[in-house]
């Protein structure tokens, strides 16, 4: 019995001191936009980089 009231008390202790706590760290909103955002930024500099080697590679004159 002594053990489960124990736990009880620590359990309680621990709920509180978090309650208390106002910083429990970052939403995970602006996370998500910013990964979208790096995302978007990846994919527009792929197709960039796409376009221009297709068209270089097309430049390129072939053998007669």
């Keep these: 019995m002594q053990l489960i009231a124990y736990l009880h008390v620590t359990l309680a202790a621990r709920l509180a001191e978090l309650r ?6 970052d939403s995970p909103v602006p996370t998500a936009v910013i990964i979208f955002g790096l995302v978007a ?7 960039l980089v796409m376009t221009r080697a ?11």
Excluded: L, Y
């Design 20 to 25: 208390r706590e106002g910083d429990r760290g």
């Design 41 to 47: 930024a990846a994919i527009a500099v792929t197709g």
């Design 54 to 64: 297709t068209d270089w590679m097309n430049s390129v004159p072939t053998a007669p």
